[in-house]
């Protein structure tokens, strides 16, 4: 079984500072992970992924993401945030185990607000 | 850019009505997914297409719930009869199997308020 863990429901950060969203994962062999925002009255937008390779993996609107096996974590990041990244942050993993399924595992969110 | 399009954006009906919600995939997607988004559930899996089949609906009511793909490019999802508790935000999302490193595509999703 596949789950991912999101042990913030929401972070507070002021803008220009650096900001993290922080994800765990559980599978079976090596992940997927993939990180998506959803802004309000929008579906999820896909950010940035890691299937292999890098460990720091850098994705949309200066995202970037750290996929840490040993501690099987996939941590978001922005070194410095804006007022427009508020919104509701998901991370999701796939095993490659069950890659024939294609189903994805997402956490239960994270809220950001970054304030002016 | 290529969509995932999800009609209609709002639905607001009274219990016991039927609903249906509609997505179109992105052309060439292969799968297709229902899910549900609710303040205290989170986003959950309803049910899973792949090539217009149903590979899983393990997580859709079974009793009032029904979801199929006519076609390729188009994929319902009916409640019938609706009931307040079904209040939430249907996103439908697809992809291409076999590309298992790319992520789902999802819609902007169809809010229903039952009354």
């Known amino acids: 079984a596949q789950s991912v863990a999101q042990p913030e429901d929401q972070v507070n950060v002021a803008e220009g500072n650096p900001l993290t969203v922080k994800c765990t994962y559980s599978v079976s062999g090596n992940p997927y992970l993939f990180w998506y925002v959803q802004y309000p009255n929008r579906g999820l937008q896909f950010l940035l992924k890691?299937?292999?390779?890098?460990?720091l993996v850098k994705g949309s609107y200066g995202f970037e993401a750290e996929f840490n096996k040993s501690q099987t974590s996939f941590h978001l990041k922005k070194p410095s945030a804006l007022v427009s990244d508020s919104a509701l942050y998901f991370c999701?993993?796939?095993?490659?185990?069950?890659?024939?399924?294609?189903?994805?595992?997402f956490g239960a969110g994270t809220t950001v607000t970054v304030r002016a | 850019d290529a969509r995932v399009t999800q009609t209609p954006r709002h639905k607001v009906t009274e219990m016991g009505q039927e609903v249906t919600m509609r997505c179109q995939p992105i052309?060439?997607?292969?799968?297709v997914f229902w899910y549900r988004q609710t303040m205290m559930q989170g986003l959950e899996l309803l049910a899973y297409?792949?090539?217009?089949?149903?590979?899983?609906d393990s997580g859709m009511p079974k009793d009032r719930f029904s979801a199929e793909m006519p076609d390729a490019t188009l994929a319902t999802l009916k409640i019938q009869p609706s009931e307040p508790r079904d209040s939430a935000v249907y996103f439908c999302?697809?992809?291409?199997?076999?590309?298992?490193?790319?992520?789902?595509?999802f819609g902007d999703g169809t809010r229903l308020s039952i009354l």
């Open positions: 297409f792949r090539n217009r089949a149903p590979l899983d």
């Open positions: 052309l060439g997607h292969n799968t």
């Open positions: 890691y299937i292999t390779g890098d460990n």
């Open positions: 999701a993993v796939r095993g490659r185990k069950e890659s024939n399924d294609y189903k994805l595992s």
């Open positions: 999302a697809s992809g291409l199997a076999g590309q298992t490193d790319q992520p789902q595509h």
